[in-house]
């Protein structure tokens, strides 16, 4: 079992820059990949980022490629998510999720998640 306790939202101005973090709980947390989804108010979940169990791959949609960067630091049992150029377009809330099988970029395959935190991006 995997417990994620997801922090680092808030509010920034346009252009600015934000850091969420995410900590994990459980010896399972090396071996599975983990992601970042985002959840605007009346909008479907949707991806944004993704790391393999070792960190050697990585994958971002095309809508923060250049702007945002995952990371995972194994010993630590955190996933990071950095976010710069921000876009009044990136406000939602950031749960991160680790991954069970299947595609890296649909919610299904991920079995465990954050409980969210806001990101607010003013313009």
């Known amino acids: 079992q995997v417990q994620l306790v997801d922090s680092g939202g808030g509010l920034v101005q346009a252009g600015g820059s934000l850091r969420l973090s995410c900590a994990a709980s459980?010896?399972?947390?090396?071996?599975?990949?983990m992601g970042w989804f985002r959840q605007a108010p009346g909008k479907e979940r949707e991806f944004v980022a993704a790391?393999?169990?070792?960190?050697?791959?990585?994958t971002h949609a095309d809508s923060v490629k250049g702007r945002f960067t995952i990371s995972r630091d194994n010993a630590k049992n955190t996933v990071s998510l950095q976010m710069n150029s921000l876009k009044p377009e990136d406000t939602a809330v950031y749960y991160c999720a680790a991954r069970l099988s299947g595609s890296w970029y649909v919610v299904t395959s991920y079995d465990y998640w954050g409980r969210g935190t806001q990101v607010t991006v003013s313009s």
């Open positions: 790391v393999s169990a070792s960190g050697s791959v990585k």
């Open positions: 459980g010896r399972t947390f090396s071996s599975r990949g």
